[in-house]
């Protein structure tokens, strides 16, 4: 493997429609690039480089945006924050030949030992994986131990539990104009990431439109498997796990989920289910989602 030993950093751009508050509280972003055999991966950085660092790893179809509520209070909270658009996501490359979360871990492995190198962080780190995210951060810890001391998944797929029902989702790129589009927009994400409806607001809504048009891996399936459920027995470090506790993906259940989780994982941390909200749990319910993430990282 090539890999380059410094990051290049320069200033994260932040989205131009992003609320003053959020703009606000993410100005100091850093934007860093590492690279694995010539192909880029990009991260976002918030806080001091000696803090305890955790490492937000976002969905499927998404960004470092999906992490755009919960930022600055883990700053705030003491902690140095490192967010990447995953390979073939935002604004990093996508590896040859690479169609599903497995090729990952070793561009994120590369990425953050080039930061350590760099001492933009300090490890081990503890890993963060929203969905998508969460069975990439799994399949990263199978193959590189050293690299977290503990991992937390959010909404993670890829434990073998379906619902009974598919859910429903429409597919947008077919269509001519941006007004059709925001249609389907909006049925997606209400079918799959969010509850309440007064949680599509326009920053959602905004996030989502972005994010989606920056997807260059559209045939990933592993989710749909239980390749989670079967890295989890692999893994030596605390798992803990945060819900909503109407996520679209186990609609009705949650427990079969705990108790899988539990049952398969070698050190178990904890589990917390974030009442009425959905699959896009951090996004929906910011504050008790915050206070769950930090008694996980603190157990």
């Given at each position: 493997m090539n890999i380059a030993m410094n990051s290049d950093m320069s200033c994260t751009v932040l989205p131009d429609f992003l609320p003053p508050d959020l703009s606000h509280a993410l100005a100091k972003a850093q934007r860093l690039?590492?690279?694995?055999?010539?192909?880029?991966?990009v991260w976002h950085s918030w806080g001091e480089p000696l803090q305890p660092t955790v490492v937000l790893l976002h969905g499927g179809s998404?960004?470092?945006?999906?992490w755009v509520r919960n930022i600055a209070p883990l700053v705030h909270a003491g902690w140095r924050v490192l967010v990447p658009d995953l390979p073939g996501f935002g604004d990093s490359d996508l590896p040859a030949?690479?169609?599903d979360v497995d090729a990952l871990p070793a561009h994120l492995h590369a990425g953050l030992m080039q930061l350590q190198a760099d001492g933009v962080c300090a490890g081990p780190v503890s890993l963060v994986g929203f969905s998508f995210g969460g069975m990439a951060a799994a399949l990263w810890l199978a193959d590189y131990p050293q690299d977290a001391a503990r991992l937390v998944l959010v909404g993670a797929p890829g434990m073998?539990?379906?619902?009974?029902?598919?859910?429903?989702?429409?597919?947008?790129?077919?269509?001519?104009t941006p007004e059709a589009q925001e249609?389907?927009?909006?049925?997606?994400?209400?079918?799959?990431?969010?509850?309440?409806?007064?949680?599509?607001?326009?920053?959602?809504l905004a996030l989502h439109t972005a994010n989606v048009q920056r997807d260059r891996m559209p045939r990933r399936r592993l989710s749909s498997t239980d390749i989670v459920a079967r890295t989890l027995p692999q893994l030596q470090v605390p798992v803990s796990a945060i819900y909503g506790e109407h996520d679209a993906l186990y609609r009705g259940l949650l427990p079969e989920l705990q108790s899988a989780?539990?049952?398969v994982s070698s050190r178990w941390g904890?589990?917390?289910?974030?009442?009425?909200a959905g699959h896009w749990v951090q996004y929906e319910a910011p504050e008790p989602f915050h206070a769950a993430l930090l008694e996980s990282l603190r157990a």
């Open positions: 690039e590492t690279r694995l055999n010539g192909t880029a991966t998404g960004s470092w945006t999906h030949g690479c169609n073998g539990l379906k619902v009974p029902e598919r859910i429903a989702l429409k597919g947008w790129r077919h269509l001519t249609q389907v927009h909006r049925h997606n994400l209400m079918a799959l990431m969010l509850q309440q409806a007064e949680s599509l607001d326009t920053l959602a989780m539990q049952g904890q589990w917390h289910t974030v009442p009425a």
